[in-house]
């Protein structure tokens, strides 16, 4: 069945560095990949997506990379913050017929002042 | 305008019994998921709805398991017989796919224990 791999599980960086999670797909049907950001306790939201129609996508200091012939994307998070850390999760959707979403496992970013 | 809501909150059973956990979607959004979220883990999809029909129910976990939406809008998960594996935080989250819009929004899910 369609499965996404995240990883790493857990990142741990400096205020200031850069952080990069990186996911594989295994449904080259699939089109839409977003990536969700959960605080703790709290529920997941949308930070940014990408459809397959485009190589990289920015907003700010988050910046998502796709190469579909490899089935990999990839999140950026540049000038990395403290209020950055949460659990990461990438997602993968095949968008013209059904919805379901596949999900990664998610990623623990803690970002160290 | 109000986001997805969903009840309760909180839900202790003890093994055997059923338990019923509601979703109210954004108003609109003819999409509506759940998913399962063990602790620590990720998300896993259980099923989604368009409209009120369910055209991929293939993440239910078991027969125990079944959802249904009516008018277009609140969805009801069913566990039946629940066992102590069915412990996690359910989630529900709603979308629309008008100008291709596609983010899903998540309710705050109900955090099920089963003694």
């Known amino acids: 069945g369609e499965n996404v791999e995240q990883h790493p599980s857990t990142l741990s960086v400096q205020e200031g560095d850069s952080a990069v999670i990186k996911c594989t797909y295994s449904?080259?049907?699939?089109?839409?990949f977003p990536w969700y950001k959960q605080e703790l306790g709290k529920r997941p939201q949308l930070i940014i997506d990408?459809?397959?129609?485009?190589g990289e996508k920015k907003d700010q200091r988050i910046a998502v990379t796709l190469n579909k012939t490899a089935k990999h994307f990839s999140l950026h998070i540049t000038e990395t913050q403290p209020e950055d850390s949460a659990v990461y999760f990438c997602?993968?959707?095949?968008?013209?017929?059904?919805?379901?979403?596949?999900f990664g496992a998610g990623t623990r970013l803690f970002v160290k002042a | 305008g109000a986001g997805v809501s969903q009840s309760p909150s909180n839900k202790v059973t003890e093994k055997g019994k059923d338990v019923e956990l509601r979703c109210d979607p954004i108003?609109?959004?003819?999409?509506l998921y759940w998913y399962r979220q063990s602790l620590g883990q990720g998300l896993e999809f259980l099923i989604y709805f368009q409209g009120n029909s369910a055209p991929d129910k293939s993440g239910l976990p078991s027969d125990r398991f079944s959802a249904e939406r009516t008018g277009g809008s609140v969805s009801t998960l069913t566990i039946q017989r629940t066992q102590q594996e069915d412990s996690a935080v359910y989630l529900c989250?709603?979308?629309?796919?008008?100008?291709?819009?596609?983010?899903?929004?998540f309710g705050p899910g109900t955090r099920l224990t089963v003694l």
């Open positions: 449904d080259s049907a699939s089109n839409y």
């Open positions: 997602a993968a959707r095949e968008d013209t017929g059904g919805f379901k979403t596949i």
């Open positions: 989250a709603s979308s629309t796919r008008k100008d291709g819009n596609n983010e899903q929004f």
């Open positions: 108003s609109g959004h003819t999409a």
């Open positions: 990408i459809r397959s129609n485009v």
